[in-house]
C-alpha cells in the first residue's frame, strides 16, 4: 500500500550478516512503524515490541531501539521537521548472556516480558528452571517492573532446587 513516507535503512554496521536489511523500508513493519510513530510525535528514544528481524533468518526475538533526527528549526523539535531515525537493533537474549557472564544462569530461570505488548510479542527472553523447586518451600519467584524508554518491561527470576540447595534463598 502506497504511503506518503518511507524510512529506508542507508546505513547498516556492520553490513556482512545484515545486506538484508540494507534499503529495507523500516517502517514497513507495524512495530517498528508504530515505535518510530512514538519516537516522531514525543521527540524521544522508542522501542518496538518482539519483531522479527530481516536479516535474520531465526526466530530469536529482537526489538528496535529508535531515535528521531530532526531538520534545526530554532534549537527546537517539531514532528514535521523529522529527516529520519537512527536505529539499533537489541537481541534481548544476548544482553541477558551478556549481563550473566560469571554466573551459573542453570541456578534459576529468567524471564524478559513486554507488559504493553501483544501477548504473542509480550515475551523478550524465557530460560525456564530446569529443576523447579518444590512448593512446599513456598517461595515466589522475583520479579521487578522498570522502564525502558517508552515500553513497561517485566523481569521475573525464579530459583532452580539446586540454587536453593547451594544457597539456602533467593
Known amino acids: 500500500t502506497p504511503r506518503d513516507e518511507y524510512f529506508p535503512v ?19 513493519n507495524p512495530q517498528s512503524r508504530a515505535s518510530k510513530q512514538w519516537a516522531r510525535v514525543h521527540a524521544k528514544p522508542s522501542v518496538s515490541e518482539r519483531l522479527t528481524l530481516a536479516q535474520r533468518g531465526d526466530s530469536e526475538a529482537g526489538v528496535l531501539l ?19 531515525f537512527i536505529s539499533t537493533v537489541l537481541l534481548p537474549a544476548r544482553t541477558v548472556q551478556l549481563a550473566l557472564q560469571g554466573f551459573d544462569s542453570r541456578l534459576f530461570g529468567l524471564t ?3 507488559l504493553g505488548a501483544a501477548p504473542e510479542r509480550a515475551e523478550l527472553f524465557v530460560q525456564p528452571v530446569s529443576n523447579s523447586v518444590h512448593h512446599s518451600y513456598g517461595l515466589t519467584h522475583w520479579q521487578r517492573d522498570f522502564q525502558f524508554c517508552d515500553r513497561a518491561w517485566r523481569l521475573e527470576i525464579s530459583a532452580d532446587a ?4 547451594k544457597h539456602g534463598s533467593i
Not at 10 to 28: C, H, I, Q, R, W
Not at 68 to 73: A, H, K, Q, S, T
Open 66 to 84: 529508535s531515535i528521531p533526527v530532526y531538520g534545526e528549526l530554532e534549537h527546537e523539535t517539531h514532528p514535521e521537521r523529522l529527516t529520519g
Open 162 to 165: 539446586s540454587f536453593i540447595a
Open 112 to 114: 524478559l516480558k513486554d
Open 10 to 28: 542507508l546505513y547498516v554496521e556492520p553490513m556482512a550478516g545484515n545486506e538484508k536489511a540494507f534499503g529495507l523500508d523500516s517502517t514497513a
